[in-house]
């Protein structure tokens, strides 16, 4: 049973500052991995999505990497901004199902 | 990215009422949809699968007969929660895909329902 783990499950850094969120997940039989962003009382917005044979991806300020044989992920948010406090969510697709399979998230706190 | 709509944002209902939420894919044909439920500070719990013109599948412990799910066509699929007690009080969120398994999931905005 694929089981993901996000670390830290919070996360309070000063503005301005790099950081990375971690994912890791057990089985690395999957078609791909996405990351989340949400808002309080919101749905989600998708921010990054990586192929099971990509190895990176980016958008903006934020780079994603996965690294599918040791079963970890890693989301870089570049310069830190009070707008990008919310919480961060990584899903993996499992081959054989389309179903995803969720990380508790990590909530982020970038203070002014 | 693609658009998904989800209908309504928020509901106050009466226990042992029905509350119907609608979830559409606007710009894609959507070919499975799921509905999730999330209780706060915690994750996305998969209630069911749905593909178009057939039966939902269901997660262990989800009760079909109380989580009703319709996906009539390739742009709607509605979660009927039937009978609604307190303990349903939820934030419910839909997904949908297209038929390839490497694409995106593109998510609703979520309802939240209280029963009262």
């Known amino acids: 049973k694929q089981e993901v783990t996000q670390i830290p499950a919070a996360l309070s850094v000063p503005e301005g500052e790099n950081l990375v969120l971690n994912c890791s997940f057990t089985?690395?039989?999957?078609?791909?991995l996405q990351w989340f962003r949400q808002d309080p009382g919101k749905g989600l917005t998708s921010l990054l999505l990586?192929?099971?044979?990509?190895r990176e991806q980016t958008s903006g300020r934020l780079n994603a990497s996965l690294d599918k044989s040791s079963g970890r992920s890693t989301l870089y948010i570049a310069a830190s901004q009070p707008g990008d406090s919310a919480t961060y969510l990584c899903a993996v697709r499992i081959q054989g199902a389309q179903k995803l399979v969720f990380g508790q998230g990590t909530r982020l706190t970038i203070n002014p | 990215g693609a658009v998904v709509s989800q209908h309504p944002s928020w509901v106050i209902c009466k226990s042992g009422t029905s509350v119907k939420i609608e979830c559409r894919s606007l710009?894609?044909?959507?070919?499975?949809m799921f509905w999730y439920r999330q209780f706060p500070k915690q994750s996305l719990m998969l209630m069911a699968t749905?593909?178009?013109?057939?039966?939902?599948?269901?997660e262990q412990g989800v009760e079909k007969d109380k989580f009703l799910i319709n996906h009539a066509s390739l742009t709607l699929s509605t979660l009927t929660v039937t009978s609604a007690h307190p303990e349903d009080s939820s934030f419910y969120i839909c997904?949908?895909?297209?038929?390839?398994?490497?694409?995106?999931?593109?998510f609703g905005q979520g309802t939240r329902l209280t029963v009262v």
């Open positions: 990586i192929q099971s044979s990509q």
């Open positions: 997904s949908a895909s297209t038929e390839y398994m490497d694409t995106e999931a593109f």
């Open positions: 089985d690395s039989a999957i078609y791909n």
């Open positions: 710009d894609f044909q959507a070919t499975t």
């Open positions: 749905s593909n178009e013109g057939s039966k939902a599948t269901y």
